[in-house]
């Protein structure tokens, strides 16, 4: 059984849902990417990869809330940010560092890309994580 979740304090995707629940005796979700798109659909932090890493990371927060899980449970990530520069992605990482994301630690790639899906974007996330027992319906 698969459940698709779209996080009511998001701004609403156009075409998938913010995170896909699996169940098959540990309940997994396979969150869409985090972006850093403000509750209007703007762009936060245009030009400045670490404020959008920052938002990336409060919108992750709030896709994980919506299924039950948070930070602690992510144990997959991949992160995209458009750069070619070893410094950049090393400033975005700094911040996912401090948010306690990669605590545990989980599984994370850190990718420099060209491009990502909205004008100006320069960072987003995917995750995996695990819903507690304790906070499933």
Not at 22 to 38: I, N, Q, W, Y
Not at 71 to 88: C, F, M, R
Request: one cysteine or more; proline letters at 8%.
């Amino acid at each position: 059984m698969i459940r698709r979740v779209t996080a009511p304090g998001l701004f609403p995707p156009p075409a998938y849902s913010h995170a896909s629940v699996v169940e098959a005796g540990t309940k997994l979700a396979f969150l869409a990417g985090a972006v850093p798109l403000d509750e209007k659909g703007e762009v936060v932090g245009p030009g400045d990869p670490a404020r959008q890493a920052e938002r990336v990371i409060a919108n992750l927060r709030e896709q994980l809330r919506s299924v039950g899980s948070d930070l602690a449970h992510v144990v997959a990530t991949d992160v995209y940010v458009v750069s070619s520069e070893p410094s950049v992605l090393s400033e975005v990482w700094e911040v996912v560092e401090a948010s306690g994301l990669s605590t545990g630690p989980h599984s994370s790639t850190l990718l420099g890309v060209a491009c990502l899906g909205y004008t100006g974007q320069l960072v987003e996330i995917t995750a995996t994580a695990v819903i507690p027992e304790e906070t499933r319906p």
